[in-house]
Structure formats: structure tokens, C-alpha cells
T-cell receptor, first 111, second 112 residues
Framework: EDQVTQSPEALRLQEGESSSLNCSYTVSGLRGLFWYRQDPGKGPEFLFTLYSAGEEKEKERLKATLTKKESFLHITAPKPEDSATYLCAVQAAGSARQLTFGSGTQLTVLP | DTAVSQTPKYLVTQMGNDKSIKCEQNLGHDTMYWYKQDSKKFLKIMFSYNNKELIINETVPNRFSPKSPDKAHLNLHINSLELGDSAVYFC???????????FGQGTRLTVV
């Protein structure tokens, strides 16, 4: 069974204090790893898809990286508007191909 | 301009009632989904339809019945609501099976 574990559960940072969020996964053949951002009362919003170990993607202050066992979401010099829950999901190769989500990391950036 | 819209946004109802949540997407996608997000924030897929045909049906009580009248709509009907059904339900769509989903705003269901 595919599993996704995100850590930490919650993270509080001062504005400008860089950090990383972790997503560890076990899957029988990775088709893709997804990062989403979820604001309170809203649906998840897509950030990145990573497909193979060593791949990196960037968007503004966010950079996602992927290894064979985990993914990191690096946040450089965060701002209060980066506060949200960040969700990681894996998609296994195979006919079903639905996403398996982790429980997220709730990030709070203080001004 | 809303891509995936669901109604209502909030639903409070008593145990034993029957309720429906409606979902519409204007993205032209072929595949639609219902996900359930529990209090611990885990998002779990419940159902997936592709071109109005059911393709994923996870282990969900048969009190939950999805209906897709056309490619742009996927509604969720829940019979005999129970306290444990309280959660946020998200509708989503994607261009096809296995492509990344676009989520709606969610419906917070509270059963009292």
C-alpha cells in the first residue's frame, strides 16, 4: 500500500527564516510526486509535479526536490503570505493511478 | 470564472437525513473525482468518473452514491447521514485519468 508521511506537522517561521518541509513516501513504482498548497477554507492548489530522483522545480520562494525515498519543499526567505498547509501526494505507476496524499505541514510565517 | 465549483459550501444536518452536494467544472475535463478530507487533513479519494463512467470506487459505504449526468457534473448523494460522515468533501477534475486534479473549494459537512 502506498504511504506518504509529512513532517513536521506544523512549522512556525519568522519572516525571512528559510526552512524545509519533508515528504517521505513508499510506493510501488513512482509515476509522480505532487505538491499542493491549501489555504484555510479553500481547496488544494497545485504547485509542482516531480517525476524522477534528482529533479528540482522552483516557483518564487519555493523549490521542490525529489530523491528515491523523499521530497523536500524548500522555502527561502518566506513571507506571511506563504502561510498555508502544504500537501504532498504520490501517484503510483499502474492502472489505478489515483493520488495518495499525506496529512500536510501547516506552515505559519510570522511578520 | 470558477473552474470547479461545488455547492453548498457549508452543510449542517441531523443524523439520519439524506443530503446532496453538487459539483460542476468548466475546464472541459473528462475526469471528475470526489475526495474526503478528515480532521487530520488526510485527503482520500472516494470516487472517480471518466466520461460519465465510474472508474474508481474506493471502500466507501454504499450510503454514498455519486451521479454524473454529464462530463461537466458529478454530484454526491449521501443517505442516512452519520456523525462520522462529518468532514470536508472536495470535488476535483482532471483532463484524464491519472492526470493531476484541480480541486473545488470544498463542502464542509457537519452531522449533528
Amino acid at each position: 500500500e502506498d504511504q506518504v508521511t509529512q513532517s513536521p506537522e506544523a512549522l512556525r517561521l519568522q519572516e525571512g527564516e528559510s526552512s524545509s518541509l519533508n515528504c517521505s513516501y513508499t510506493v510501488s513504482g513512482l509515476r509522480g510526486l505532487f505538491w499542493y498548497r491549501q489555504d484555510p477554507g479553500k481547496g488544494p492548489e497545485f504547485l509542482f509535479t516531480l517525476y524522477s530522483a534528482g529533479e528540482e522545480k522552483e516557483k518564487e520562494r519555493l523549490k521542490a526536490t525529489l530523491t528515491k525515498k523523499e521530497s523536500f519543499l524548500h522555502i527561502t526567505a518566506p513571507k506571511p503570505e506563504d502561510s498555508a498547509t502544504y500537501l504532498c501526494a504520490v501517484q503510483a505507476a499502474g492502472s489505478a493511478r489515483q493520488l495518495t496524499f499525506g496529512s500536510g505541514t501547516q506552515l505559519t510565517v510570522l511578520p | 470564472d470558477t473552474a470547479v465549483s461545488q455547492t453548498p459550501k457549508y452543510l449542517v444536518t441531523q443524523m439520519g437525513n439524506d443530503k446532496s452536494i453538487k459539483c460542476e467544472q468548466n475546464l472541459g475535463h473528462d475526469t471528475m473525482y470526489w475526495y474526503k478530507q478528515d480532521s487530520k487533513k488526510f485527503l482520500k479519494i472516494m470516487f472517480s468518473y471518466n466520461n460519465k463512467e465510474l472508474i474508481i470506487n474506493e471502500t466507501v459505504p454504499n450510503r454514498f452514491s455519486p451521479k454524473s449526468p454529464d462530463k461537466a457534473h458529478l454530484n454526491l448523494h449521501i443517505n442516512s447521514l452519520e456523525l462520522g460522515d462529518s468532514a470536508v468533501y472536495f470535488c476535483a477534475s482532471s483532463p484524464g485519468p491519472g492526470t493531476r486534479p484541480f480541486f473545488g473549494q470544498g463542502t464542509r459537512l457537519t452531522v449533528v
